[in-house]
């Protein structure tokens, strides 16, 4: 009996190896937001696999598994200690969040086109990128995201009246610390105060049961660069504005409200009048659309490339 062989077969591709691109299909490259890391996306990105679409969730330099846990903001917390400890975040600038996410979009763009995605303050470094590089990027996508026209961040921003209707300024007792000294805002999301935990979730995630608030609060890192929230994020009409864009309105965000939203939106609109937002809505809080996933990646599959 002649025994049975394999025909041959080429060898797996390896890591270090070329990977042939796979033409037409966009991948999404995700941006979190202040304080915030990739795990964030981990919802959005299944439903995203399941509709046959790529993603990649970025951590931003000193984010997600590089992030700074102090002892002292274990438990028992030493809130005095950790008041004054040195941040690691507080050298990253924009432009440093900036260049990790570009590395990504020049990376996996050789496969298809790229859909940019941020989500709050994750707003500045898209807009960074396709400043930089607009030839890499077919589509961005804010989800209630700062993105700079007239005023330069959103410190700046925070001081006109479409900021009103935040409720983050109750939150200033979570923060630990000097800012001006650290170089970075400190909160301290494992506060158990009651009436400080009633406050946050008030302004990020009003709509959604306390079991999910506390989930979503106990995968956030406590620091964030003042470098990156006080840079000139400012977009240029030459470069980003010739990139098609979209942004998702939440109308329930009391931590970037509604107003502010629609102001960013009609400044770029004003900026580039030929290639204006395409604006979707949701009736969602500054985190909720985390939890209406799949509402989310279905938008972002049915976007035009």
């Known amino acids: ?71 002292a903001y274990q438990a028992p917390q030493d809130l005095d200690a950790w008041a004054v400890e040195p941040s690691t ?40 990128v396709a400043d930089r590089a607009p030839e890499l990027v077919r589509r961005l996508v804010y989800i209630s995201a700062w993105s700079c026209v007239r005023r330069a961040n959103p410190i700046e921003y925070m001081a006109e009246p479409e900021f009103a209707d935040n409720l983050l300024a109750p939150l200033a007792a979570l923060n630990v610390g000097d800012p001006g000294v650290l170089g970075v805002g400190r909160a301290n999301y494992r506060s ?22 506390l989930a979503f609060l106990n995968i956030l890192q406590p620091d964030e660069s003042l470098a990156v929230m006080t840079a000139d994020a400012t977009v240029d009409a030459a470069t980003w504005g010739t990139v098609p864009r979209s942004y998702l309105r939440l109308t329930g965000d009391r931590s970037l409200p509604i107003a502010m939203q629609d102001r960013l939106i009609a400044e770029a609109d004003a900026l580039t009048p030929d290639n204006p937002y395409d604006v979707h809505t ?11 996933a799949r509402e989310v990646a279905a938008l972002l599959a049915g976007l035009s490339l």
């Open 1 to 71: 009996m002649t025994p049975h062989t394999e025909p041959a077969t080429e060898p797996a591709a390896t890591p270090s190896g070329p990977v042939p691109p796979i033409h037409g299909a966009p991948t999404f490259v995700l941006v979190h937001g202040s304080g915030s890391n990739s795990f964030m996306w981990a919802p959005i990105q299944r439903e995203l696999a399941l509709l046959g679409h790529r993603s990649h969730a970025v951590d931003l330099p000193g984010h997600g598994f590089d992030a700074q846990y102090s002892p």
């Open 89 to 128: 975040l507080a050298g990253v600038t924009l432009a440093d969040n900036v260049a990790e996410v570009l590395e990504v979009v020049r990376t996996v763009e050789r496969h298809g086109p790229v859909v940019l995605v941020g989500a709050s303050l994750g707003g500045l470094t898209i807009s960074g």
């Open 192 to 213: 158990a105060d009651p009436e400080l935990l009633a406050a946050l979730k008030a302004a990020v995630l009003a709509e959604e049961d306390e079991a999910r608030f």
């Open 282 to 292: 949701m009736d969602a809080s500054h985190v909720g659309f985390v939890y209406r």
